[in-house]
């Protein structure tokens, strides 16, 4: 019954190399979600795609990308860690502007 | 700029009724929603509301006035399992979710 699901759940990685994280939903949601939540935050939004088209938040990083091949699956690209995107990503989804967000149990990232 | 205040935290005994409030600041609103995350897990949705009112939902109620940019969430019957974070959220004018800062729940026996 796993509706939206992330791997890995963890994911070590050394300063600077490229890591790639993955969200797939089996709820045929338009719409998906990446979030970065440090301790104690709130989720910060990255991006959001509705369907294809792709909206980047306006203070998310360069070194951050993103891509859905299809419906069903996201992932997140950090082309080049640093010590400070060590955090809990969130991928969500939801079936249209103004309904309930479904998020996967997060991937935590940590940067050596 | 857009913001969500809520109390960083709040304290109460099993049993009790709870209220954490949501004021916010956005450039654009089409509804307000809650969200619960215990320690080390994902959020999960409570309640939405898109216009002013209570809605209610077993032992969770959420308040919206728009005219006042303020909402609330109402917990009832407080159990020790409700002790976690609750987050309110604007969907704004598009897809996106902006989180307030959030408010810790400390239900004490």
């Known amino acids: 019954d796993a509706m939206v699901i992330q791997n890995p759940r963890y994911q070590v990685t050394q300063f600077g190399k490229p890591v790639t994280l993955s969200c797939s939903q089996t709820?045929?949601?338009?719409?998906m979600y990446w979030y970065q939540q440090k301790s104690s935050q709130a989720p910060k939004l990255l991006f959001h795609?509705?369907?294809?088209?792709?909206?980047n938040e306006a203070d998310t990083p360069d070194n951050f990308q993103s891509r859905r091949p299809n419906t069903s699956f996201c992932f997140l690209d950090i082309r080049s860690p640093g010590l400070g995107d060590a955090a809990m990503y969130l991928c969500?989804?939801?079936?249209?502007?103004?309904?309930?967000?479904?998020f996967g149990p997060g991937t935590r990232l940590t940067v050596l | 700029g857009q913001s969500l205040e809520q109390p960083s935290e709040v304290t109460a005994v099993e049993g009790a009724i709870v209220q954490i409030n949501c004021t916010y600041q956005?450039?654009?609103?089409?509804?307000l929603s809650w969200y619960q995350q215990h320690d080390g897990g994902a959020p999960t949705f409570l309640s939405y509301?898109?216009?002013?009112g209570l809605e209610e939902t077993g032992r969770f109620s959420s308040f919206l006035s728009r005219s006042d940019s303020y909402g609330y969430l109402l917990l009832q019957e407080l159990q020790m399992k409700d002790s976690a974070s609750y987050f309110c959220?604007?969907?704004?004018?598009?897809?996106?979710?902006?989180f307030g800062t959030g408010t810790r729940l400390k239900v004490l026996a």
């Open positions: 969500a989804t939801s079936r249209d502007k103004g309904y309930e967000q479904f």
């Open positions: 709820l045929n949601h338009n719409v």
């Open positions: 795609y509705y369907d294809k088209d792709f909206n």
């Open positions: 956005t450039s654009g609103f089409y509804g």
């Open positions: 509301n898109a216009l002013d």
């Open positions: 959220a604007v969907t704004s004018g598009t897809y996106k979710y902006i």
